[in-house]
């Protein structure tokens, strides 16, 4: 088995270089299956980058192999990053095509095996590929019976599946199984017409819960991840890096790090590095290095930068509107205008960038760390003039993205030093590397005013988010006049707008506006001095999101009261990517320091069909875990391009004596496809404990994160 | 300086020729191949280094390599004999305690550690004990329970 391909069987096969066309004629005897996703909309509406429709192939993105040794592959350019699609993927594979679980590989983001893929984000891989997933499935199992049925001379409708058998109904003595009709056969179909899937009442693997496929490798350590791959005569290579974005180098001095013994430098314009075959002593010979920057004066900081964000803002872009703003606010009895921020917020996956290139003559092979491994082999390719089809990115397993690892500078930098030192070279970005050059989730403002009538409805809504992305922007309620506007309507800014990169952060642009809108809806509640939940079943006609919040509120055993009630339970609604969630939360506040302890938090979510509930549960508990981060301690400090956070002590990320009670509830609703899992709980993070301390202490919080000071504060203010 | 220094590592003697001075951690990833054991902050932050010395929990980021001199380390590779799995590796995963798996080697040879001082421990306890120990992933819950699990099934033995 080739050591870096968990999930490919054949090893020939995971060791032999393909290209795009030439992956056909190599992939040897079987049977092939070729897809596409269906709903290319899914490709084109969001994630990195822009790609033009006709980048997207026409063809198909991924295939099944069922193998002479009767094993099913399915071959795709999604990654694994500990989302659990390995596994989730696998169940409808197994399922549709009546194999065991155990008998299903997944090869997953490797450009020579797999077909053309945009990348592994937005909560698409369940909802989008998963129902391609199961009809190619499916129709390979309909090949696989068709065969079978000339073979055995028994009529299709007498022939059934099971365990990678096909069996006669009226006398299961006569069978064969897949291994021996893929046998010394090169069959290849391309799916093309709609094919009838299996109903939930016959799954058999789908919507149970199971443990991670992957997990023995990942406690054993045997699981590698981009940093482990080391290969003959690999070196290391540190990179000086400027103090500051914008920051020019001015002059410098390799001398010392030159004398280390075995250090490389190596210096290309900006670029300066140090290589050896030991990444800590490249390190230390990397610190004798003098650099001279000039760094620019710092305009902003993390106090200005909501301000300079409203001056530099774009024009507007309607999103959603109905009825007139105008009649709505004169119908009403109080109207409230309030200005909801919120900081920059680093990824901090746990493995930081880290890639490692070899080049061969005219051919490079990469492993990355990556969510995006195509766009990786385009921009390695573009950097050393390669063809795109001699680039070969391998995607071992990726330690965490949330959306960050689809940008790829490290792949870029370690492309470029082993061309220049002609060596295999690795580059593993440090940790303060890592909050360096992350595309943090931008620092944005949502204003909203709005207003509420005589009795208690909300008359109008002018909703206007500037640089969050308009992503969970338009509300879900009813409200007769409203206006949804986006400024800069994606999460990465316009030119001039950061001091440093952003981007796709989790659920991107939703944390933001779920916060806004949430707490916006509670402080009406309160206004009309209705119980927050009531309020807002008062003004929901969706049933699906009425019957999430009132599962919600049932499980919770909530009380209806007018906030505040002392109690410290707080409520907030959701959606993303298809998925509804309702959160509950209960906090507790210390008046005197302004710190926050949230004690449980309760989420219901509906998402439709769900493959694997065990994934799913776990994925909303990763959400809720890791929303309280943004919710009470994540704020980039920066002065201008300068990062002052660049390690975890001054960083802080959600930890084990942060862990409120979680508890999760997951809607049966198996008849509607499949929505997003990895992203929606964690959306309404920041509403629902702004909300509970609200309910707890009577102060509101308009700003995340919401830190000790920012909290006493606000208790002060009354 | 270069010097050479044995130690025991994974129950085999292994003599190693190196500056004393540095990391453990490099040491064992690069000179020794053992990638199990990873880096998440080099600072002593995070806890993805950690590995035993002579019983005790180290982060193995912070740790000249000098200081194994004659003792016994246990990296993620060799909690377990053979093939086998390790009551904490087995409760990691039935119960799901792990996401992308980076800070796993790191949770499990923590959670062993301190498991051996303390057998039976409350929530309260296990929280205590691995509070220092990173995971973005948010696999808090299931790394309690998995650590509740594993120290029933080992009754206080290891
Ligand atoms: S890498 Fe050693 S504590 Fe983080
Ligand atoms: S499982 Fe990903 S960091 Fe813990």
Known sequence: MNEYQYWANDPEEAAVPMDRRGFLKTTGTGIFLFFKIRDISFFTQEGPGRVAQQNVPSDFNAYLKIGEDGRVACYTGKIEMGQGIVTSLAQMLADEMDVHIDNVDMVMGDTDLCPWDRGTFGSLSTRAFGPSLRTAAAEARRVLIEMASEQLKVPVKDLATEGGAVFDRTNTKIRTTYAALAKGKRIERHLTDPVVVKKPSEFKIMSKPLTRRDAREKVTGKAQYAGDIQLPGMLYAKILRPPAHGAKLLDVDTGEAGKVEGARVIRDGDLVAVLHKYPDVAQAALSKIKAKFDTPPANVDDRSIYDHLLKVAPGGKVVAQAGDLASGEKESSSVLEQTYLNAYVAHAPMEPHTAVVKIEGKRATVWASTQAPFGAREEVAKELGFRTEDVRVITPFVGGGFGGKTAHRQVVEAARLARLSGSPVQVAWTRSEEFFYDTFRPAAVVKIRSGITGKGRISFWDYNVYFAGERGAPHFYEIPNHRTTAYNSSWVGAEGAHPFATGAWRAPGNNTNSFARESQIDIMAARAGVDPVEFRLQHLSDAKMKRVLQTAAEKFGWKPAKSPSGRGHGVALGIDAGTYVASIAEVEVNKGTGDVRVKRVLAVQDMGLVVNPAGATIQMEGCITMGLGYALREGLHFKGGEITDLNFGTYEIPRFSWLPKIETHILDDENSPPQGGGEPAIVTMGAVIANAIYDAVGARIFELPMIPSRVKEAIHKG | ?158
């Open chain 2, 1 to 158: 300086m270069e010097e050479t220094l044995r130690f025991k590592l994974n129950g085999k003697p292994v003599s190693l020729t190196v500056d004393g001075d540095r990391l453990l951690l490099w040491v064992l990833r690069t000179d020794l191949g053992l990638t199990g054991t990873k880096y998440g902050c080099g600072e002593s932050f995070c806890g993805a280094c950690t590995v035993i010395v002579n019983g005790e929990a180290v982060r193995s980021c912070q740790t000249p390599v000098k200081e194994a001199r004659d003792k016994e380390v246990v990296t993620i590779e060799g909690l377990a004999a053979g093939n086998g799995l390790h009551p904490v590796q087995k409760a990691f995963m039935e119960h799901d305690a792990l996401q992308c798996g980076y800070c796993t080697p790191g949770m499990i040879m923590n959670a062993y550690s301190f498991l051996r001082k303390n057998p039976a421990p409350s929530v309260a306890e296990i929280v205590e004990g691995m509070d220092d120990d990173l995971c973005r992933c948010g696999a808090h819950k299931r790394i309690i329970l998995a650590i509740q699990a594993a120290a029933k099934e080992m009754h206080g033995g290891l």
